[in-house]
């Protein structure tokens, strides 16, 4: 059956897009893997390959597999603008979708559960299946040992995916690896649209990162009580627990942080992007409803929850998406492929820190409708989540490591046990005694700009209230015009302090002199950034080219000494 709509009234495409569909009918290959950020527009180039494969034959009928139950309604309105009618309501109990379908819509889950319903589908007819965030496809090994029975024989298989690597080694299914010479595997994309490239194009907005850091004290099982400064180099369990303190709806971090936001949020909405909405990804289900209940609290605003992956949730999150409310809560629902451009204001208070959902979740904020729309995410001052934050615009393959012959698989279980246990073995047993949250930096195209000032200050204020529409290039001349200002009041500070009294600096702990030499660090990258026009990660990246070690969230005192000198001397 030949799609409906005429080539005439279809949507037009990007510039991509238009590359990566050459590229597609230039190869007339079985596998082709799309990876493009969040944002881009994978769906509308799947679609448009769906609609030239049947209507010159290739393919008699398409599948589309995504990862949610959402997504398939999503999925479903989306090819009908091409005039291909998907069916999303489809089971595996049905075997047969009705003869006015162009396909169907199903999800990963659904496929692992009978793979064999859909292989006899794709064996009946000639099929496009269109595999939607295929890293999926490496979950769970029914997933995808699901998709690969069920599609191993398919005339055309398209995959697409934002984030093109996962957590793990499993492979991802229908993706060609190219092995380097230490045996490592790394997966190889057809066509690729990172998230720099969508950036300089103007097809995503560019996201600046309020960090707060802030004590956090508890109570651990033991009745010890523990204080520490959210930021600071700790160990992986006091970062952990720090983190969740911080998140904890009983202490104040959470309660600022959230008032914070909505600060930022009417700024927005006041200064140019009157739809502009706001989203709270949590952790849990329970904190998701506590933090509704402190945002109605602290603001007088309420908020819409979605709290599971079903057809209310859906219909919570189309709704929505079409309205002027404000503020939406989410656990997991809202991560991934969800369709909400008027999202502009993000609160990351999950303690998940892969970079796969990261990326996801950074990812509902960066959908561009016009120029000089800038996202602003909230998020805590740690290690894990600054670096991942400063390596925004890295873009990253599936790297699959040789196994050693030396491992050992008692450990690796024990070590695999420990990190699924991770988030059980804190919760309950530590009591939140206080907590409170300080804007530590800014975080904006791999730079940070700013000191540490108290939430709800003036100088927080001046952060918050930033304008909503402005080009990369103002929005760091704001940057380092308000970091400069900083600095000259923490100077005049200090002069005056000196005439008052004798002069004595306080010996710094390393952790102190890591945290001023960060700061001095991310200053010079500033302003040679605004000298060169260069951006923030790639002058980073030279200095860890020349200098090696890590990123500067992980670096050590003698690394950012040495990387300081570097760029003084360039």
């Known amino acids: 059956m030949i799609p409906a709509a005429p080539p005439e009234t279809l949507p037009s495409l990007r510039v991509w897009q238009r590359k990566a569909m050459v590229a597609y009918h230039r190869g007339q290959s079985r596998d082709f893997l799309a990876v493009a950020t969040p944002g881009a527009g994978k769906t509308t180039f799947a679609l448009r390959i769906a609609y030239d494969l049947l209507a010159d034959g290739t393919v008699d009928t398409v599948t589309v597999v995504a990862p949610t139950e959402h997504l398939k309604t999503q999925w479903a309105g989306a090819a009908a603008r091409f005039g291909i009618q998907l069916d999303p309501s489809f089971r595996n109990a049905s075997v047969h979708s009705a003869a006015d379908f162009h396909g169907v819509v199903v999800t990963y889950a659904q496929i692992g559960a009978d793979p064999a319903v859909h292989r006899r589908r794709t064996l009946s007819r000639r099929t496009l299946v269109i595999l939607d965030e295929i890293h999926h496809a490496g979950d769970a090994r029914t997933w995808g040992e699901g998709v690969q029975t069920a599609f191993d024989e398919a005339e055309r298989r398209l995959c697409l995916t934002g984030t093109p690597f996962r957590s793990d080694d499993n492979p991802i299914p229908f993706v060609e690896y190219e092995e380097d010479p230490d045996g490592t595997k790394r997966s190889r994309a057809d066509a690729l649209y990172g998230y720099r490239d969508a950036l300089a194009d103007g097809v995503v907005r560019p996201v600046m990162f309020m960090a707060y850091s802030g004590q956090a004290k508890w109570r651990t099982s033991a009745g010890d009580e523990l204080a520490v400064r959210l930021g600071q180099p700790l160990t992986k369990d006091l970062t952990s627990q720090a983190w969740r303190t911080a998140l904890d709806p009983e202490g104040e971090w959470i309660k600022q942080v959230i008032r914070a936001a909505d600060r930022r949020l009417a700024s927005l909405r006041a200064a140019g992007i009157p739809d502009a909405g706001g989203l709270i990804i949590a952790s849990d289900q329970n904190s998701a409803r ?89 998020l805590p001052s740690v290690i894990p989540l600054l670096s991942l934050a400063e390596n925004l615009e890295a873009d990253r393959d599936h790297v699959i490591k040789p196994k050693s012959q030396d491992e050992d698989p008692e450990l690796l279980l024990e070590q695999a046990q420990r990190v699924l246990n991770e988030g059980t073995e804190l919760g309950g047993q530590r009591e939140t005694l206080e907590s409170n949250a300080e804007l530590d930096q800014v975080i904006f195209d791999g730079g940070s700009f700013g000191l540490p000032v108290e939430a709800g200050s003036a100088e927080e204020q001046e952060y918050l209230g930033l304008p909503g529409l402005l080009t990369q290039e103002q929005v760091h001349l704001l940057l380092q015009k308000r970091q400069r200002e900083q600095m000259a009041k923490q100077k005049s500070g200090a002069r005056t302090e000196t005439v008052e009294r004798p002069p004595a600096e306080p010996a710094m702990t390393n952790a102190q002199k890591r945290l001023k030499l960060r700061k001095q660090l991310n200053a010079l990258v500033g302003a040679r950034s605004f000298a060169t026009n260069e951006p923030h990660g790639k002058i980073h990246a030279m200095l860890r080219s020349k200098c090696g070690g890590p990123p500067s969230a992980q670096a050590t005192i003698e690394q950012l000494e040495e990387r300081i000198a570097v760029i003084r001397s360039l």
């Open 290 to 378: 506590s933090y509704a209940g402190i945002l109605k609290r602290v603001t007088g605003k309420s908020a819409a929850i979605v709290l599971s992956d079903d057809a209310g949730s859906s219909d919570k999150i189309a709704k929505f998406a079409e309205s002027d409310e404000e503020w939406l809560v989410a656990v997991r629902m809202v991560s991934e492929g969800v369709d909400i451009p008027r999202l502009a204001v993000g609160v990351y208070a999950t303690n998940a820190h892969t970079p796969l959902y990261f990326a996801q979740a950074i990812g509902r904020f960066v959908r561009s409708r016009r120029p000089g729309e800038t996202a602003s995410v909230f």
